[in-house]
């Protein structure tokens, strides 16, 4: 299971906003059983048909936490669980305002929720743990090893059906003279403004990984060569016209090279990579602040596999 690709900042507030929603949900479980073995007067909210959305845990559920988390498999079981959990226990609530004994197959359906409402989040809280380390701390891009993961998941894709995606290695020009003129700290900002332009430029279904040093990786799904090729020009000239500032406020500009290949699915994701690796090669061999398509030793275009 993945996580939406979202900020480093943003995914540090999801973890703690999930870790304040858990404490609600406990204080809350907490309460009800009080409520139940003392024979007390229950909350009203929770006879309320819509007690799910009303109680501290679901008002995170049904907000923020849907914001970042809705599509996620886990998020989604939890939405369900928690909605049936709620239902259970105001049925439970209900029969012990009355006097009455609850039948125990009513109470083991509430509790059978309730700990799969705990197992859900227990495999999120394991996703949101698995995303914040494969972080680049310096850019808040996904870091190679996550890169690795997901290229090989959307290799098995390829392999499944006509599907063409393009890989794209991204290096900055002359990175190592802006270090020494410019000083490190302006090389990080530089890093970082790159990173958060394509994050929030390329398209949504697109991603972009620190690949290591000054260079990136993007993927770019449904993409053949000329649409990959149309996808990066754009945002080589993007990058190359952001105004950076060095220690002493003077303005500059840094361009890009690209390698473009497609990710082929006769050969091994590395494959792919060090073909893209090469087309940088070219690139700058060529003079920089362009993007060169991978060719074979014959001169042809690497092609999707036909269907």
């Known amino acids: 299971m993945t996580i939406p690709t979202i900020s480093s900042d943003e995914l540090h507030a999801t973890v703690r906003e999930l870790e304040q929603a858990v404490y609600n949900l406990e204080r809350w479980s907490e309460t009800l059983f009080g409520t139940l073995i003392c024979r007390s007067a229950p ?8 007690a799910h959305r009303l109680c501290r845990f679901g008002q995170w559920c049904y907000s923020s936490g849907a914001a970042v988390l809705g599509e ?12 049936r ?14 006097g009455e004994t609850p039948a125990p197959e009513d109470y083991e359906r509430f509790l059978s929720a309730l700990k799969l409402l705990r ?7 394991h996703d949101l743990e698995d995303a914040r ?8 891009l996904p870091n190679r090893i996550a890169m690795l993961t997901r290229l090989r998941e959307q290799h098995q894709l390829v392999k499944r059906g006509n599907l063409s995606c393009a890989v794209a290695l991204l290096d900055v020009d002359d990175f190592k003279r802006i270090n020494e003129i410019q000083g490190s700290l302006a090389g990080d900002k530089v890093l970082i403004a790159f990173a958060q332009h394509a994050m929030a430029h390329l398209r949504s279904y697109d991603r972009i990984f620190r690949y290591g040093g000054e260079e990136f990786l993007i993927l770019l799904l449904v993409a ?8 990066v020009e754009r945002l080589r000239a993007a990058l190359s016209g952001i105004g950076h500032r060095s220690n002493v406020n003077e303005a500059f500009h840094v361009s890009v090279s690209l390698g473009l290949t497609l990710l082929d699915p006769e050969v091994p994701v590395e494959k792919s990579i060090e073909r893209a690796d090469k087309a940088l090669y070219a690139a700058k061999a060529a003079g920089r602040n362009r993007a060169v398509v991978w060719e074979d030793a014959d001169g042809r275009v690497a092609r999707p596999r036909a269907a």
């Open 224 to 231: 053949d060569v000329a649409k990959a090729r149309e996808i």
């Open 43 to 50: 909350d009203e909210r929770d006879l309320n048909p819509a």
């Open 119 to 125: 197992l859900e989040i227990a495999t999120l809280r």
């Open 133 to 140: 380390n494969n972080l680049d701390p310096l850019t808040g």
């Open 72 to 83: 996620h498999p886990a998020f989604v079981e939890i939405e369900a669980e928690h909605a």
């Open 85 to 98: 959990m709620h239902k259970f226990a105001s049925q439970l609530l209900r029969v012990t305002a009355r």
